[in-house]
C-alpha cells in the first residue's frame, strides 16, 4: 500500500519545525516508517538550490522556477520513491507554500503557478495539509525570539506576511478537506493533542 504524504504548512515563524519534530515521533511511535524531508531542499541539489533562493535577489518568476526546480527533483528522488515503498513522507512546506508566498506575497499571477503545478505533479497532491496559521505579528514576534538572522523571506513586511496567510487561508477553505487549519496561537501541548485526533483519523 502506497505511504502517506503530509505536508506542513503556515506563515513564518507559525510553528512548523517545532511540530514537525513532534510528528515525526508521534508517527513513528505508532509503527510508521516516515521519512522527514522540507522545501525548498530535500535532496542535495535541492539544498543547493534554497541556498540560492534564501539568500540571493532574484526576479519574481525566477525563484518560482526554482521552487519548481528543486520539487521535481524532491519529487522524484526521494517523494514517489518513499511513499512507493509503503513509508510516509512529512514535509516542512510544498507547492501550496508557493501559491501563498510567490502568488500571495510577490503578487505572481497565480495562472503561472498552476501551470507549473500542473507540469511537475499532474497526479500528485499531499494527503493531509497542516496549516498553522498565526497572525503575522505573533509569528515576527517567536521568530525575534529565536535569535537567528533572518533571510530573504523572513525580511519582508508585515503586508506580505498578511497576503501569504490569506492565500494559505482561501486555499484551505476550497481544499475539500485535504488542508487542515490550526490556530497555531495555542500552546504547543493542545496543538499536539489536536494533531493526535487528526493523525488518528487518517490512520484508520
Ligand atoms: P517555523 O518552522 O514555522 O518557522 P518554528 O517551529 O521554528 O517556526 O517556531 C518559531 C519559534 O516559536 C520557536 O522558538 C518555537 O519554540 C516557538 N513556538 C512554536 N510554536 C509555538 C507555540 N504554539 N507557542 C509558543 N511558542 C511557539
Ligand atoms: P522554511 O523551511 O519555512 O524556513 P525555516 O527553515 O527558516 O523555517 O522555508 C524557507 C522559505 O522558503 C520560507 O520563507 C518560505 C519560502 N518558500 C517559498 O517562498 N515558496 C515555496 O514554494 C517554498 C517551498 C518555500
Partial sequence: MRGKFITLEGIDGAGKSTHQSWLIDHLRARGRTVVATREPGGTPLGEKLRELLLHEPMH???????????????????????????????????????????????????????????????????????????PPEVACRRLAGTGNAPDRFERETEDFFCRVRAVYLERAAGSGGRIRVIDARKSIAEIHKELEEIIASISK
Fill in 60 to 134: 519574481l518568476e525566477t525563484e518560482a522556477l526554482l521552487m519548481f526546480a528543486a520539487r521535481r527533483e524532491h519529487l522524484e528522488r526521494l517523494i514517489r520513491p518513499t511513499l512507493e515503498r509503503g513509508d510516509w513522507v512529512v514535509s516542512d512546506r510544498f507547492t501550496d507554500a508557493t501559491y501563498a508566498y510567490q502568488g500571495g506575497g510577490r503578487k505572481l499571477d497565480m495562472d503561472k503557478i498552476a501551470l507549473l503545478e500542473r507540469w511537475v505533479h499532474p497526479d500528485l497532491q499531499p494527503d493531509l495539509t497542516l496549516l498553522f496559521d498565526v
